[in-house]
C-alpha cells in the first residue's frame, strides 16, 4: 500500500513538471540558441564534437549553422530543406517531410506540442537542476529516451538523445534567446554562385 502510494505522488509530481514544461514552451514564438553538440558512440570512447547556432520558429522554419569542426548550413522555409556543405561547395535540396520527425519537430522546433509526442516516463532532482526523462509515444528508430535538463524555472540546459543502439547525443544550451524577430533572409534557401545543388526526385 505505501509503495502504491508512493508511486501515485510520483506520478504526480512528473505529471506537473511535465505539463509546466509544456505550458512554458507555448509561449515560445522564435527561438536563437548557440550550442555544442557532444555525440558518444558505444563503439569509440571519444565524442565527436560539433558547436553552432540553431534558429527555430513557431511555424516551422529552422536554421542551424555548424561552424566547428566543418562550416555546414542546414536551413528549411517550413516546405524544403537545404544542406550546404560549404567546404565542399555542394548542397542536396529535400522536402522536409523526408528529413524530420515528430520528436524533432516537438523537442528542438517546438511545432509540436510535447505531449503530442512524448510521454514522461522518469524524473531526478539533480540539486538545482531537474532532469525530465521521455520516451517517444511512436516508435522512432533514432530515439529511445531522452533525457530533458531544466534549472528552477524549467529554463532548457540540455538535452540527451539515446538511441536504440546506445548512441548519445548531448546538446547543451550555451545561450538562448526567446521571441526575437528573425530578419528577412533568415530562413531563406538562397546559395552563393557557383554551388552545386542536387535535387532529390520528388521535388
Known sequence: MGIFLLLVLFSFALGGTFEKLEEKLKGVRSVKVVFVQKTRYSWYPKPDVSKGYF???????????????????????????????????????????????????SLLFFSRPLGEVFEPVGELDKGDIKVVILRPKTKDENVERVFVDLNRDLEVLRVRVVDAESTETLIEFIDVKKNFTPSPGLFSLDLPPGV????????
Open 196 to 203: 552545386k545543388v542536387r535535387r532529390v526526385d520528388s521535388l
Open 55 to 105: 534558429y527555430a520558429t513557431k511555424d516551422g522554419r529552422f536554421r542551424i549553422e555548424y561552424t566547428y569542426p566543418d562550416k555546414v548550413l542546414i536551413v528549411s522555409d517550413g516546405e524544403r530543406i537545404l544542406i550546404y556543405n560549404k567546404e565542399e561547395g555542394e548542397a542536396l535540396l529535400d522536402s522536409v517531410k523526408n528529413n524530420t520527425s515528430p520528436v524533432v519537430e
